[in-house]
């Protein structure tokens, strides 16, 4: 994911999209401490998106305390 697909998206769309990256990683977790985990790169993609989701959002926070 990349941060100009994220710019189209609204407030509610950013959290959404926060809570089921979040789950994923939750559940990768999980398959990683019962050694199931087949691709274990994931877990530093998803990382790195919830990171770039949370930006985003900060930075419409940011520009709604400006306004």
Excluded: G, H, W
Aim: aromatic content about 2%; proline content about 1%; cysteine-free.
């Amino acid at each position: 994911m990349k941060m100009s697909e994220l710019e189209d998206l609204t407030m509610t769309e950013l959290l959404a999209k926060s809570r089921d990256l979040r789950q994923e990683l939750f559940n990768l977790k999980l398959q990683k401490a019962s050694s199931q985990l087949e691709k274990p790169a994931r877990i530093k993609v998803l990382r790195r998106d919830i990171s770039r989701v949370e930006t985003r959002i900060s930075q419409l926070k940011k520009n709604q305390q400006a306004a």
